[in-house]
């Protein structure tokens, strides 16, 4: 259904939750009217008489469930073409909204070919086109000698470029060397656009991988997490603030898993360096000491950690250190996932997290005092405001109206077979969640609701495009 009015007791409006009618016309939000507690019914009935068919528009939420923005997810693999077995967009973006992720924006790998120049950005779209549940954007991706290629990336509508300082896991997408970062950084500067950096140190894994002992089998989680140490972020991220300084680049810290690192970031943005940080779920969901030895599921680069660095992490989204929760959304096939097991040194690095990713930081954020609108500031308006997605990311008029209906008593126990996302591997697998996603909303259209469950979702996705693009093509708005 095609929503022309939304009337709720709880909508997310400004920080608080406040009754409102919302008028939805052309996909956006047209008007917002603030209500009295207790006023819905009545409102429905205005509307009812004076809107000769809103009727067939018009939804009523129940006074217990709560209207939020559509989350913005900025850090998915939907790996499409090329590793599809992995993921596609079809399961990949129904999963995203079966979850509450009404926008994604696509990493440059684990596709073939990687998302490093126009061309590969166009297969990339051919490819997803027909096939969205949501609406999705592209980063494009920094390898060694692709400098040139950068701007016409970012004109093509790329919302950015990602770099790894260490091998990425795929032969395709190689890691870049401190002078290559930094002639990308200044490149990119040039046109104001911006860089997401995989800031862990190669030199200093590898030391610690020496230390470890590199043919030891290791499936004790801990154990294997030592070979990626808290020092490989400290050390990289230390070497990236220095080239933010150097270059004035625009530049985002993806997944941040280590707390130590917080205090340089927190210098760093004192200062005044255009820098931004992000975390993910699982780091704020897990700790490393309770994982089941040879649980391939859980393991992810950087490594969950202790439970002491994960309330720190709790503590830096309070204080605004980080700005922003992502998912990183990396699956596999099982084979890849559960390579060499139980020893973690061969699996697949990477969490499959985006439809439970919302609800499960909700949950937790509950348990620590944290209201869940702080959580969509987190999840929804500091993720849209990072990708430059200036329609997305809270309610207002002229916004887009993607909205997500939660209800915050129902609790659901996770089945990784339940999930929508390709392969059914999950770290949430058997995780208790209370709070949950009941009906979604993009762009005024209905993909499911608390009404109605079960019917099949449409693929009614469209392209997102960054700020730099220069074109008006049909495969992008």
Known sequence: MTLRHLIA?????????????????????????????????????????????????????????LVLPGNVDTHVHINEPGRTSWEGFATGTMAAALGGVTSVVDMPLNSIPPTVDVESLRIKQRAAMGQTY????????????????LRPLWEAGAFGFKCFLLPSGVDEFPPVNGEQLREAMAEVARFDGLVIVHAEDAETIERATEVTGRRRRLSHYADWALTRPHDAEVAAISDLIEAVRETGCRTHIL?????????????????????????????????ADSIPDGAAEFKCCPPIRDSGNREALWDA??????????????PSTAEEKHRGAPDLQQAWGGISGLQVGFSAVAHEARLRGIGIEQVSSWMAENTAALAGLSRKGIIAPGRDADLVIYDPQETNVVSAMGLAHKNPISAYEHYEITGTVIGAVLRGIELFSPRDTTSALAPVGQFLRGAGHLELSPMTR
């Open 9 to 65: 007791e709880q909508v997310l409006l400004g920080g608080e939750f406040v009754p409102a009618h919302l008028e939805i016309l052309d996909g956006e939000i047209a008007r917002i009217h603030r209500l009295s507690t207790g006023e819905g019914r009545r409102r429905e009935e205005i509307v009812k008489a004076s809107d000769v068919g809103a009727g067939a528009g018009m939804t009523v939420v129940r006074p217990s469930h």
């Open 134 to 149: 949501v609406d999705v954007g592209f980063w494009g991706g920094i390898i060694p000698g692709n400098t040139a290629q």
């Open 255 to 287: 997944h941040l898993a280590s707390a130590r690192a917080l205090d340089i970031i927190a210098a760093a943005r004192t200062e005044g360096l255009p820098l931004t940080v992000e975390t993910c779920p699982h780091y704020l969901c897990f700790e």
């Open 317 to 330: 989204l309070r204080e605004g250190i980080i700005d922003a929760v992502v998912s990183d959304h990396s």
